[in-house]
């Protein structure tokens, strides 16, 4: 976790993958993101790994 007066990121949890469906669904964020808008099952089977350990990343917000 990094936690300064103006920025806070911790890792992802389960309980985030609301909070993603609506961030990658956002107008600003799809002129920048190459996927197509994503709903809830995309996000739980993409994250679901990378939350396991299971590949070589840490989510992160």
Do not use: C, H
């Not at 990094?2 to 469906?21: A, E, G, H, K, P």
């Amino acid at each position: 976790m990094i936690l300064n007066d103006q920025l806070f990121i911790r890792n992802m949890n389960s309980n985030d993958f609301t909070l993603m469906v609506r961030w990658l669904n956002d107008s600003m964020v799809l002129e920048y993101y190459e996927e197509s808008p994503l709903n809830l099952e995309k996000i739980k089977k993409n994250m679901v790994q990378e939350l396991k350990g299971l590949i070589m990343l840490s989510p992160a917000l």
